[in-house]
């Protein structure tokens, strides 16, 4: 099932890699949702935005789980290419390793400070209760989460991409018949709706992990390749591409807790209807951002076979397949994004679906510029041109927090949803300009040294 993306034609490859991606994140973001509409359905506006009040702290540590599996996915795709399957299997056993400690720590910490998060982002009273519930339940598994991004890095990195898709598709729809159950039927209202994914983010990570291992077992090595169990060089190859990731995600999750904060300023209709919006509108930057890592691993592994004419390559199916993808999102936002919103929110909360459309109708005409900066992202990520990749995230992420804190007082909550586009057309820009220069270029024969 492994698939070596060095041969083929590069937009056919690329595209048979990508869909089953692009599948899995449709699934992942259907029980997202299906999290929150069954909430907001059966258990009120409420308890919708004591869910999207604790989102922003939940993707914090979500940050920490999927920059792992980047940085293991490149990493390890540059093995797989170069056919050096040794360093391959020491990858993957020293990131499960130090990850399982990792996680550990950061569920401890997250279990700890959990109220006083909430209440610095200025957390409501009237949902105050249910926001600490949702997130305290979700994050207690925060192990299964990190074990399961990081076991799905490597399938991908291998060429893999149909068994994380089977994974979670067992998981999104084991989700969304929980969530139905212990919400809808017991009443267990917001801790309803964090135990289902607690239960199957579980069964998911126990599967993706022995799965995995027999997968490793199986791929034969040289006798003169040493295979370790742990290794701190490899661990700081692997942190190198990691940390990078995590924090450029970790910052954009801290950038969106600023946010928050103003929006948990204007009540619990903002609150919900911002949800409800954010929820969707992350349902088509995660679909764009999945054929950016599948551009990131296409990258790295005709690096490490050292065939980089065919980067070009992948990078312009990587942009088509992303357009392709987006321009339905773009439409159905812009013009009929109530329908969809209406999934979280009864006819009566017009107060929520006015700010949930106004939103999306200020977001989604700039899609398709996110669709080029996270391409030409997976392109320098591929490459491990870090500060280059993490300079476009910052720029779009320190613009957006200042231009929301600058624009709130004039002319309030729309003033807020005015940062995303004007931060991803500079994004855009900056990225642009680093691939096209094609300053990343001179990392290339340093990368392919992996020790």
């Known amino acids: 099932m492994n698939c070596d993306l060095t041969v083929g034609k590069p937009s056919t490859t690329l595209w048979k890699y990508t869909l089953p991606m692009f599948i899995s994140v449709v699934f992942q973001q259907f029980y997202n949702i299906a999290d929150s509409a069954i909430a907001g359905k059966f258990a009120g506006e409420s308890a919708l935005a004591a869910i999207g009040a604790s989102y922003p702290i939940t993707m914090i540590f979500m940050a920490v789980a999927t920059g792992s599996s980047v940085g293991v996915t490149v990493v390890i795709s540059q093995y797989f290419g170069a056919r050096r399957y040794g360093g391959l ?13 990792l996680s550990l720590v950061l569920t401890a910490a997250a279990l700890i400070c959990s109220p006083m998060m909430l209440r ?55 989700n969304v018949v929980l969530d139905y159950i212990l919400v809808a039927i017991f009443r267990w209202g917001v801790a309803g709706a964090a135990w289902a994914t607690f239960i199957m983010q579980g069964v998911a990570c126990v599967l993706s992990v022995i799965l995995l291992f027999r997968r490793l077992r199986r791929i034969e090595t040289e006798s003169a390749e040493k295979i370790r169990l742990f290794s701190f060089g490899m661990l700081g190859v692997i942190l ?63 690096i490490g076979a050292g065939k980089f004419d065919r980067v070009k390559k992948g990078f312009s199916a990587g942009i088509m397949i992303a357009l392709i993808i987006t321009i339905p999102f773009t439409l159905c936002y812009t013009f009929i994004g109530q329908y969809p919103l209406s999934i979280f929110m009864e006819d009566t909360s017009a107060a929520a679906m006015a700010t949930g459309k106004e939103f999306l109708i200020i977001a989604a005409p700039f899609y398709a510029l996110v669709c080029i900066k996270l ?27 200042a231009l929301s804190y600058i624009l709130f007082p004039i002319f309030g909550e729309t003033g807020i949803w005015y940062s995303w586009p004007i931060g991803w057309i500079i994004a855009a820009i900056i990225s642009a300009v680093f691939y096209f220069s094609g300053i990343w270029k001179k990392k290339i024969q340093i990368n392919t040294h992996v020790n």
């Open 89 to 101: 299997k020491t990858a993957a056993y020293t990131t499960m390793i130090f990850g399982t400690v």
């Open 120 to 174: 610095a982002i200025q957390t409501p009273e009237s949902i105050f209760a249910d926001a600490e519930i949702y997130m305290n339940i979700y994050l207690g598994g925060f192990l299964f989460l990190y074990l399961y991004n990081v076991a799905n890095g490597v399938f991908n990195a291998m060429g893999d991409s149909k068994t994380p898709l089977y994974l979670l598709i067992l998981s999104s729809l084991g």
């Open 240 to 302: 190198a591409i990691a940390v990078p990731s995590i924090l450029q995600s970790s910052f954009v999750s801290v950038g969106n807790l600023f946010i928050q904060s103003l929006i948990n300023s204007c009540g619990e209709s903002v609150i919900a209807g911002f949800s409800a919006a954010f929820k969707l509108n992350t349902f088509a930057i995660t679909s764009m951002t999945t054929i950016a890592s599948g551009v990131s691993s296409f990258t790295a592994q005709n």
């Open 375 to 401: 391409i030409c992202d997976g392109v320098l990520r591929g490459a491990r041109a870090m500060l280059l990749f993490m300079i476009t995230t910052f720029s779009d992420l320190v613009l957006r927090v």
